[in-house]
């Protein structure tokens, strides 16, 4: 069974340019959480999607938003890059809504010049 | 009251030797504590996890113990190995399908 797969693996963009991430769950997994980390701040959680529809958010600006394809599939997009937006975005992928069981992709490793 | 906090930042640990990690909670709403680890250029995986109901788990080399009462959990890593280096979180949700993570310890064996 395959995993978690994202894509790019690595991105360099500069300052007001907008980036957009994609997420491959696991077979089957509806739920899709997407997580910024940073050396400082470690894992934070940006939102999760299931069934198409955003279920949590977390506590990042409206340049950060995203959406759940009906095959599962995420995309997260960032408008209006800004320097400290650099950092590895991680997605998650489970069964359900519940974060017991997550399984993680490589991440996107994004840095913003 | 959100927030899950971990020490130590990094950890250096003679091979098999024992390795410990903390974290402490503020939120009594969590009832699932699970420990991830991350290698370098891969997403973080998880490695075990516990519930409030017991004050340990064990799982091959890697224990966590739990303190309801002092809202406290910590993972041990018996006899550490070089492949044992990585960073570890620790973690903590609850009801609402929200997940917190701990900032992370970068843990390193020495041969």
């Known amino acids: 069974k395959a995993g978690v797969t994202q894509t790019p693996r690595y991105l360099i963009k500069t300052r007001g340019q907008q980036v957009t991430l994609s997420c491959s769950p696991i077979?089957?997994?509806?739920?899709v959480s997407w997580y910024q980390q940073t050396p400082g701040q470690g894992l934070q959680f940006l939102f999760e999607?299931?069934?198409?529809?955003?279920?949590n958010k977390g506590n990042f600006p409206g340049r950060f938003s995203g959406r759940q394809f009906s095959n599962s599939r995420s995309e997260m997009n960032v408008s209006t890059l800004e320097l400290g937006d650099s950092a590895l975005y991680l997605c998650?992928?489970?069964?359900?809504?519940?974060?017991?069981?997550?399984?993680f992709g490589a991440g996107t490793r994004l840095s913003v010049l | 009251q959100q927030q899950v906090k971990q020490s130590p930042q990094s950890l250096i640990v003679q091979k098999g030797g024992i390795s410990i990690i903390n974290c402490a909670y503020e939120?009594?709403?969590?009832?699932?504590f699970p420990w991830y680890q991350q290698f370098p250029g891969k997403g973080p995986a998880l490695l075990i996890a516990?519930?409030?109901?017991?004050s340990e788990k064990k799982e091959g080399r890697f224990t966590i113990s739990f303190n309801k009462s002092a809202k406290q959990f910590s993972l041990h890593i018996m006899d550490s190995q070089p492949g044992d280096s990585a960073t570890y979180f620790c973690?903590?949700?609850?009801?609402?399908?929200?997940?917190?993570f701990g900032k992370g310890t970068r843990l390193h064996i020495l041969p």
């Open positions: 077979s089957g997994h509806r739920s």
């Open positions: 998650a992928s489970s069964l359900s809504l519940s974060k017991n069981i997550q399984y």
């Open positions: 999607y299931f069934s198409e529809t955003q279920r």
């Open positions: 516990i519930r409030p109901d017991v």
């Open positions: 973690a903590a949700s609850g009801w609402d399908d929200k997940i917190i």
């Open positions: 939120n009594t709403a969590f009832d699932y």
